[in-house]
């Protein structure tokens, strides 16, 4: 489990649908009807802690090494590496609401995309951002707001 607990600028939640208009002969190009053909919902998280044992643990292709005098970071290229084999449940919690699920973000099936952004100066924080990419669960499920134990009755 990796827990983000400072993040500078705020989380973000993004959905985005795609649709396809539909069309007939016989109405030229009225459109008659308007079909789903996808939904993708993504996290951004600015996440402000500079741990470097964290890193390999949210970005795909890194690698910790630990040696006589400490531990070191290994970015790869990661070329060819699925991000789906890394994919995991996440729970987004505010701040205020932190005991509350009804007021809880869950990804059911979520793999992170990760890019370092590290100014060297005392003006700035080193921001990880952190991009959590949903994925169909097994009943095609991409995202839940709210208490997830809930079940229909």
Not at 31 to 42: A, C, E, L, P
Request: charged share 20%.
């Amino acid at each position: 489990m990796v827990s983000f607990e400072t993040t500078i600028g705020g989380v973000v939640l993004n959905t985005e649908t795609t649709y396809r208009e539909q069309k007939t002969d016989q109405t030229g190009e009225t459109v008659v009807d308007k079909r789903i053909t996808g939904r993708n919902v993504s996290v951004q998280i600015p996440f402000a802690e500079y741990q470097i044992d964290i890193i390999p643990k949210i970005m795909t292709g890194a690698e910790i090494v630990t040696g006589t005098g400490g531990s070191k970071v290994l970015v790869k290229t990661g070329v060819g590496l699925s991000l789906l084999s890394s994919a995991k449940i996440a729970v987004i919690k505010p701040l205020a609401h932190k005991n509350d699920p009804d007021f809880w973000t869950t990804l059911p099936l979520a793999y992170s995309e990760t890019d370092l952004s590290y100014s060297h100066n005392n003006e700035n924080e080193r921001i990880t951002n952190v991009t959590l990419r949903s994925t169909p669960d097994e009943d095609g499920v991409v995202l839940i707001l709210g208490d997830a134990l809930i079940t229909a009755v």
